[in-house]
């Protein structure tokens, strides 16, 4: 039959789907039809079928009978959400349904996964774009036998090659909905029958590489023969490690060709084992060994091959230290480190397309390495965290890179932090929100815990009045200048709204609040002394607006004293503290480096941004606290408990013990109230304890953060390639 001059038969139907060719001008097209979807793709002479391919520096998609090119504007999603760990895989179609809308509002034209997901979402993908005249595409890795590569530090090892071939090929048969894979403790199963690979961009295969893992694998096969397949190849300069990657995205072509398909490949990839030389790194193991990308080819893959790096603006530290990037400036005429460090990647990697498969910040109260340009790990508010990554997008679109994907889409509770790490209970930290650990807060998209927006820190008590009743305690308090008290919790924080007996005075009283745990503490505070001791004080007065930690209960000190000069021997109550950088002497540098920390416990008036920072706030005689678990010493408040006393010098992490629950000490320092401190020490045993159930299931707001806004406002001002 006729169409507009050209010739086309329906050659199969399964199911929802129509398969046609079109001949025009001797370009075989391929179109898929999904109800009213149409799905282009470019027939080869042997047959197998292209959607996207690179030429160039550029990646190309086929549209409208002709290759176009494409900038990849993307996020990273993960596999969890709050209250599971990534191998429970508790998203649903509805939630990928839901996040796929408000990825593609975002301007955003791409998402990648790091390794097979359930069939769900697969099913809500291919759903989700039957309707889109712009589908969103994925890009698919596959996770490396991590655990296999770190026992044997070979990855050309027999059990190593076998376990990630087998790995590679359920992800080929999952992605072409062609799989019944079984279920397995941690890993995606289930029935998968819908094809994606239609909106397939790119396989993207592996992990970041551990450097001594891969000079291990190099120096064990030093007289392996090169390899050459007959889709890869690498040249006679790849390392042995090279040669191996060079055969498992040969593997994955050999699969993707007997489905018809061919997809552009890569593998991942970063700054410690870049290419690049960077003689200001103090670490060794930084600058050890490298993965070269530009010493693997594709020899007979005609949708191509690309350079892939995972590059944060803070790490390696070379990036704080190096004096090479002195003449590169920002658009705001500042010396760039992260832009001059781009530009050199993106120069070594000059003919080849090169993305940036993972970029951003955290918006958190803990940080946990320095910066520059304030470009931190962590420690910021929401709108800054969105501004840094606006800025990184730029640099990377303005550099000439071929895409963009932004680490991450969501909030991940279960993600852990070197510095918060020693005393957190690993196994639980899933089933608790806590702000001082960075890497549960880098979504666009916010996990709040479930009275973030119930309780409004505006010094107000209507809020509170609308909790369910058995949500709230109300404490009797006989405290000098604190009449009534109530207290609440959530995931992530303990509220407290406090009835003061005047009206609270900013510029002549000062609140402090005492928090006892566990038997020890600091019995005595600004003169005031107590029955019992106290682990953390909250004051908030005209001076100080800040959550301290009794000395004697300092995590800070007990982990890190070694490291630290000039401190004092004797206190009370010291600021709360984390540490960004360890002192270290570099013998590669020949330098000695400082012992870097920051506080993270101050208290911020009003109602907060929601980076997870202590917030207060006065109306009146009305004072509401909020404070998150982890400043108040606990290790795992879903199970209660606390970090302990136990004597624990020289240890890389704090012992935690239960405890039945924390008694609040409020008091007013004030004219009306500084008399009856002195009269007797504060009785803390007399005072009721507020307790808690312990969980075990979590409750959370999913809601997009202020960095969402602005990334969507960058991603929709840049263009796809071709399109300016």
């Known amino acids: 039959m006729e169409h507009n001059g050209l010739e086309g038969w329906i050659i199969r139907r399964k199911g929802k789907w129509l398969a046609l060719w079109l001949l025009s001008l001797g370009v075989l097209t391929f179109i898929l039809f999904d109800g009213f979807k149409v799905i282009e793709s470019q027939e080869l002479e042997d047959g197998t079928k292209l959607k996207f391919r690179t030429s160039g520096e550029q990646l190309q998609v086929y549209k409208e009978d002709s290759w176009s090119p494409m900038f990849i504007k993307g996020v990273n999603i993960g596999a969890t959400l709050p209250g599971h760990y990534p191998g429970e895989l508790p998203v649903t179609k509805e939630d990928y349904l839901s996040w796929f809308r408000m990825i593609q509002d975002m301007g955003a034209n791409t998402v990648r996964v790091y390794t097979i997901l359930d069939p769900v979402f697969y099913e809500a993908l291919v759903e989700f774009n039957e309707n889109q005249e712009d589908p969103l595409y994925f890009m698919q890795g596959v996770w490396s036998p991590v655990n296999l590569l770190a026992e044997h530090n070979n990855a050309w090892q027999e059990d190593v090659v076998h376990e990630f071939k087998a790995e590679l090929h359920r992800a080929v048969d999952a992605v072409y909905g062609d799989a019944e894979i079984p279920e397995e403790p941690g890993k995606a199963s289930g029935s998968y029958t819908v094809n994606a690979a239609p909106y397939l961009i790119a396989w993207h295969i592996g992990t970041e590489w551990d450097p001594e893992m891969v000079n291990e694998t190099n120096e064990k096969n030093v007289d392996r023969e090169r390899f050459e397949g007959e889709y890869f190849q690498v040249d006679e300069t790849a390392s042995p490690f090279e040669g191996w990657l060079a055969e498992m995205l040969e593997y994955t072509a050999e699969l993707e060709e007997e489905k018809g398909w061919k997809h552009p490949m890569t593998f991942t990839n970063w700054i410690t084992t870049d290419p690049l030389t960077h003689p200001d790194e ?69 003919g080849m397309p090169i993305i940036i498969s993972e970029y951003g910040v955290a918006s958190s109260t803990g940080n946990a390495h320095e910066g520059p340009l304030g470009r931190d790990q962590g420690g910021h508010t929401e709108e800054e965290q969105g501004t840094i990554d606006a800025q990184l997008t730029n640099q990377i679109y303005d550099s000439g890179y071929a895409g963009a994907i932004t680490f991450s889409w969501q909030d991940e509770w279960f993600k852990e ?93 000062t609140l402090n609040v005492g928090f006892h745990t566990l038997e020890g503490g600091t019995s005595s505070f600004d003169s005031v002394e107590f029955n019992e001791g106290l682990e953390t004080m909250a004051i908030v007065g005209s001076d100080e607006q800040e959550v301290k930690v009794a000395c004697s209960y300092d995590f800070h000190t007990r982990l890190y004293e070694d490291q630290m000069e000039g401190e004092e021997s004797s206190c009370a109550f010291v600021p709360w503290k984390l540490p960004t950088s360890l002192k270290q002497h570099s013998s590669k540098t020949e330098q000695a480096y400082p012992f870097q920390d920051v506080g993270v416990g101050e208290l911020v008036e009003g109602r907060m941004s929601q980076n997870g920072e202590s917030a207060w706030a006065a109306s009146g005689d009305t004072i509401e606290l909020k404070i998150p678990w982890a400043l108040l010493g606990f290790s795992d408040p879903s199970q209660r408990m606390a970090v302990s006393y136990e004597d624990d010098s020289n240890a890389s992490e704090l012992s935690s013990e239960a405890v039945e629950g924390i008694t609040v000490v409020p008091w007013v320092m004030g004219e009306e109230t500084n008399g009856l401190l002195n009269e007797r020490p504060l009785s803390v045993s007399e005072l009721p304890m507020y307790e808690w159930e312990r969980w075990d299931e979590v409750q959370f707001i999913e809601k997009p953060k202020e960095s969402y806004s602005i990334m969507k406002d960058v991603f929709q001002r840049i263009p796809e390639k071709g399109e300016e």
Do not use: C
């Open 282 to 350: 103090p670490s060794i193991l930084e600058d050890y060994v490298s993965v070269d990308a530009t010493h693997v080819e594709a020899k007979d893959w005609d949708a191509g091959y690309f350079a892939s790096y995972h590059v944060y603006p803070y790490y390696p530290d070379f990036l704080r230290f190096t004096d090479t990037y002195q003449d590169v400036h920002n658009a705001d005429g500042k010396e760039d480190t992260y832009l001059g460090y781009l530009k050199d990647l993106k120069q070594y990697h000059k």
């Open 417 to 509: 932090t070197w510095n918060s790490l020693p005393y957190e209970q690993s196994n639980r930290t899933a089933y608790w929100y806590n702000p001082l650990s960075n890497e549960m807060s880098y979504g666009l998209i916010g996990m709040y815990p479930s009275k973030t927006e119930e309780i409004d820190i505006d010094g107000k008590a209507s809020d509170w009045d609308d909790l369910q009743r058995e949500e709230v305690e109300s404490l009797q308090v006989e405290t000098p200048g604190v009449t009534e008290m109530d207290v609440t919790h959530d995931e992530g924080f303990v509220y407290l709204k406090l009835t003061l007996s005047q009206p609270y005075n900013r510029k002549t009283d």
